[in-house]
């Protein structure tokens, strides 16, 4: 964030850099906390992330916003900034500019025993699980501490199998197309079908494994213990599946350093 310009700030960041500027330099509470009159538009906060009103850093007469730089405005997480405010108040006395810098790297140390962070998760070129899943054309997988998130989904498996799927579901639509051939059956079957659940009533899944080194793998190093699954979630489009993937991680990044 040192090094990051920040042009709109929302009312939570704002007044929160300038509380904690004033208490490193002066070791006080601010005076005033912003500009009696300030001109707001629909935005995204610099800082945090979110979309809310936001305004200029001047009317938070130019914070130090470093001094934010705990917080990650990638995950758009509008708790941590409470939790740090509500961290400072409960040890709040006559904070020196030193003892505020000291409450900053405890804040940091006290959060980071809390989750494992972003920079630490290991993203995996390769499905992780499900038999099928080398016919499966979507796929995310990352290792967060022990544990592996492995999110699946979009099934087409060969001509046969869709063939009988077919034969079962809509006999009439398969002998006036099984004629076609290649791309030709496979457009049309698509429009007529679309993908095959990979389990009852779901196109895509999530699950979570503890994970082991391994150590013949050398593109992507870790696999499941099969065994050991953990946590599930199913959807039936790849906006859910990949909202639920990454909320999946963040859970268990989360759960992991506990």
Not at 99 to 120: P, S, Y
């Amino acid at each position: 964030m040192k090094n990051k310009k920040i042009f709109n700030v929302c009312d939570e960041c704002g007044l929160e850099a300038n509380r904690l500027t004033c208490l490193k330099k002066y070791g006080r509470e601010p005076l005033k906390p912003k500009f009696t009159i300030s001109t707001y538009h629909l935005g995204i906060c610099d800082i945090c992330g979110k979309e809310t009103a936001v305004t200029e850093p001047r009317d938070f007469f130019y914070p130090d916003f470093s001094l934010l730089e705990v917080f990650d405005p990638t995950n758009n997480d509008t708790k941590i900034l409470q939790e740090f405010h509500h961290f400072t108040e409960q040890r709040k006395t006559k904070e020196s500019s030193d003892q505020v810098e000291l409450l900053v790297e405890q804040f940091i140390a006290e959060r980071g025993k809390q989750m494992i962070t972003k920079d630490k998760w290991v993203w995996m070129p390769h499905p992780a699980h499900l038999i099928v899943s080398s016919q499966c054309q979507f796929h995310l997988a990352t290792k967060v501490g022990k544990y592996i998130i492995s999110t699946v989904g979009e099934w087409w498996p060969d001509r046969q199998v869709r063939a009988i799927h077919a034969k079962a579901y809509d006999l009439e639509w398969l002998l006036e197309n099984e004629h076609r051939l290649g791309d030709d059956f496979d457009h049309a079957y698509r429009q007529r079908f679309g993908f095959m659940e990979i389990g009852v009533n779901r196109l895509y899944e999530t699950m979570v494994f503890k994970c082991v080194k391994d150590k013949e793998n050398k593109c992507c190093g870790w696999k499941i213990l099969v065994s050991e699954d953990v946590g599930f979630e199913s959807y039936n489009n790849p906006v859910d599946a990949t909202k639920g993937h990454y909320k999946l991680c963040s859970k268990w990044a989360k759960k992991e350093s506990k």
